[in-house]
């Protein structure tokens, strides 16, 4: 009975952390429908800043708690600079496109942390009059944890009281309801997202900086708190804070009862399961509200910009001799380049029919173009089948993945789907993460060399753009048939499209099956390029990057997924060569382009393109 | 009907969405490309290494040390008469991002040989990429026993001792202490699981009456320690083996001293009596653990201290042990070259078979038949040490790896298993 009562407060202790990054996340998005990927770098950002100010500032024991107060402050103002100065330039811009300035802005944080406070691990000061334990039931407890015991509720009521009884928090409420209809009614919602912006990372800074006394600052905080973070979110409802607090506690709870009760081949993937299983019962969340057809992420993905490009043939033929040309004149290294170009234009534009045309977003394709690499590798080391056929057959393996968790993703839209593939995504992760005897575990699979005959590089580049350009003309063929005209007008008008008896599900699930196809091509050139699959390539970090190049091209642009990919892929190589501070480099140069060219760098041409043909009569 | 096409952006105030600024920057892009190979004079050396990521706590003060033997090769006038020149790539801690630099060093740059790596799946890959590939590969903190064991090959080298040879040092001490009910906390990882399996086997072997009561594995970089420390709790071990890594320990440690956990077991650490562990930590490191780790301020021998001393005043810190390793791994890829009198490969690696180097904490060679350096560890116990503001180790033996390291036949065993 002990160990229950003291196991549960100590998961109730780290869901009120947890509570307090997600009900910031939670506010922002249901009022701004970001998806704040920079959510977790503001947490980080102020552990550090506070454990800086605890030292420096001159108030004896009084400093830690000044320091409490002060950073998440800091934070909060450099948050609402954030979004006057970049955000509010492209709103009008798809939405996508935040979560692609987010993604910037996780970069340079995450770059500064290091110039500012250094790589090393490092550990911030003890509360004063909070740093020793009482025993409950004969176990010794922390008094800091008793202590944010009763804080987080305090908070979560203070937060109920702003949201219920101020007129700010209503318009905060009203705008996350139906957003269109504040606007209409004369509120001004600049300041009301600045406002809500300000109060989320706030919230994110006061979680980072009470948590350092309890864990170790790192510079990968940001991105382990935020996973996690989504799944409170999600499981909670989005735009729900309240939500979030019951998502925290039941992720808090479940989280130190699995210590005692759970194998650890399930430890990783416990709440994707139950992220998963929340979003297929009841995809709005447990406290949320079922999305009304306006103010989907879908919404955003259907203003097709400009007209669409057609290029003579004679363009086609004359690129695709440079391609043929091209690895002759190359050095070696930049022909593997190109191959890994290749490979990540597959998997972009097999995302981009997902995204662009089919108005699915996915935050989890990562897992088909994982399932393509590893299937190649399984099937040459497993089934012992010579190199070339694991090639062939390795898509087939991504596309059955992609069919099987597409059924359940397809009942969804917008940013719930997007959650739903995020969940399949990190549950395949975890799968190959752990099933050492199968997949290798995190030690991945090694030897997966091209055959003989194909293992030079030029050799192993022309199979690579045979494969890529097949592959990219396939998916454009689908984008230019009757097929993938229907999924157009399934993502700009579901409804009417349901109502002429087109089945919007079976046509969304076909397309989910082709681009997990196309992806696993691509993770299959990718496997034998590098020799090796490892789970990282289903990872999040690798979702993220597929859709930063199609974003990066333009989502509408047909030509902007392989466009994005080499434009990434060669400024990533290009930078890591040069600097240590690649990330803020790279999110320097996003952050650019996206203000820049806030359609994308292919979708800008087409859209200049269209209006000088218009202005030419 | 078609759907409204909307009214082009003008970006706020600032319209940077124009003709011009795209064409500015396709012409850039296009500049900065083919930035190809220049002068063919130094001898370069590829260096790949977590220096973002998951391990980017430990690799700065290894790259200081780097730098440091650079420097020293260099004022002595190089090697084989050329300069020496070595180009660091960040491989964010993800093995696919190691090949990408494996591939640009090799092919582009024209490295002789490439060092290196952190991570244990980040040395795998490497390593496999220099066998297919022909490429020397020294590497020199993964500590995975596979990299010159099961899949060692002729072109993989290893400096740092392995999980085996650190989990059979801790073993053979552990044996002498009275405790036979153990519990395990490490990460869920290879190398956390790995520097718990030989450990085990050994004491096993040695305390045949011991069992186990406990075993946790959480996520690795994503410890929440206080419920692993009441499930420890209650499962009353007599001492708990600790395999955790960087972050995850610390937050283990200041949660565990918190919940009394330290005063009820007894704890063995592996790696965690070097300073990256320690020192984090604080006046918070826990007393009295059996650990392995690396009392620099300790050792006596004057070409340490010498050593101690030159890394203090370069890098403006104190060495932790990826500084040693850093140092000793490029020590001994001079010492090849000037063995070999050449880069070639081939020579390379018929110098470094059998090689003896002369470093600051005396010789160590690289057993011909495993490629496995002879480097060793310090074994101890931990104290806090009021004065330095930390915790640091005490009645410490140095174990040279030659004690530890299976022979050649047992090598040769584990090699055949896994083909």
Known sequence: MALFIVQLLT????????FLVASGLSLIFGVTRIVNFAHGSFYMLAAYLASSLAAALPLGPASFYAAVVLAPLGVALLGGLIEVCLLRRIYRAPELYQVLLTFAVVLVIGDAVKFFWGTENRTGPSPPGLS???????????TYDLAILLLGPLLALGLWWVLHRTRWGILIRAATSDREMVGALGVNQAWLFTGVFVLGTWLAGLAGALQMPRVALTTVMDSTVIVETFVVVVIGGMGSAFGALLGAVLIGVLQAFGILWLPREFQLAIIFILMAAVLILRPWGLLGRPETESGTAGEALRREVGGRLRPPRWVWAGILLALMVLPSLLPTFYVWVLVEILAFALFAGSLQLLVGTGGMLSFGHAAYFGLGAYGAALLMKQAALPMPVAFLLAPLVAAAAALFFGAFCVRLSGVYFAMLTLAFAQIAFAVVHQWYDFTGGDNGILGVWPAASLAAPVRYYYLALLAAVCGLSALWRVTGSPFGYTLRAARDHPRRCQAVGVNVRSHRLLAFGVAGFFAGLGGAVFAFAKGSVFPDYLSMP???????????????????????????????????????????????????????????????????????????? | MRHPLPRPIRSGKLALASWPVFGGLVVAFLLVIPSGAGAQQPIRIGEVNSYTGIAAGFTLPYRQAVEMAVEEINAGGGLLGRRVEVLFRDDKGNPAEAITHAQELVFGEKVALLAGT??????????????????????????TEALTWSRGHRYAFRVRPNTHSQGRMLAERAAKLPYKRWAVIGPNYEYGRRAWETFWARLKELKPDVQLVGEHWPTLGKIEPGGYITALLSQQPQAVYVSLFGSDWIAFAREASKRGLFQKAFFVGILLGEPEYMEPLKLEAPEGMLVTGYPWYDIQAPAHKDFVAKFQKRADRTPVVGSLVGYLTFQSIFEAIRKAGSTDTEKMVAALEGLKVETPIGPISFRPFDHQSTMGAWVGTTKLDARRGGGIMVNWEYVPGEKVLPSEAEVRKMREAAQ
């Open chain 1, 542 to 617: 690798m979702s993220v990057q597929s859709l930063v190049m199609v974003l990066l091209g333009g989502i509408h642009a047909l030509a902007g997924a392989p466009v994005g990919a080499a434009v990434y892929k060669l400024l990533d190589i290009v930078i890591t060569k040069y600097t240590g501070y690649w990330q803020a480099v790279l999110g320097g140069i996003l952050v650019f382009l996206v203000v820049a060219f806030p359609h994308g760098l292919v979708g800008f041409v087409q859209a200049r393109w269209a209006r000088m043909r218009a202005s030419l009569g």
């Open chain 1, 132 to 142: 020793g334990s009482v025993p409950i039931l004969g176990q010794l407890f922390p």
């Open chain 1, 11 to 18: 998961g109730l202790a780290n869901a009120m952390f947890l």
């Open chain 2, 118 to 143: 952190f991570l244990s799946n980040v040395g795998l890959a490497v390593s496999d990429f220099a066998r297919q590939n022909k490429v020397l590969f020294v590497a020199a903190e993964p500590l």
